[in-house]
């Protein structure tokens, strides 16, 4: 069974840095993608950014250049830098894992991340 669990959520001021991560355990076959999506109140659940098992990136237009995102490929973790965070970036933060060769997904359970003043 694969598990999804994350971290680095928390309140920070607007224009400040925060770094999530999220390590997967379980049988992960050599080819996936991983990475975050967030959902703000009132708002359906977005992509942030993922990366794939071969390291081609994609984000978001509104968080690029601001957020970057990583993984080690030993741990099965994926991180996700944020900076110049802003207050639309408001939301739960989840983990996304996608084992597009198996056909099955994961999710993590959430991490909040509040930026305000």
């Known amino acids: 069974q694969v598990q999804l669990v994350e971290s680095g959520g928390g309140l920070v001021q607007p224009g400040e840095s925060l770094t999530l991560s999220c390590g997967a355990s379980g049988s992960i076959p050599s080819l996936y993608v991983m990475g975050w999506y967030r959902q703000a109140p009132g708002q359906s659940r977005e992509l942030v950014a993922t990366?794939?098992?071969?390291?081609?990136?994609r984000y978001e237009p509104s968080v690029a250049g601001r957020f970057s995102i990583s993984r080690d490929s030993a741990t099965h973790t994926v991180h996700l830098q944020m900076r110049s965070l802003k207050p639309w970036d408001t939301a739960v933060y989840y983990c996304h894992l996608n084992l597009f060769m198996v056909d099955k997904e994961y999710w993590g359970k959430g991490t909040l991340v509040t930026v305000s003043s």
């Open positions: 990366i794939g098992s071969t390291d081609i990136t």
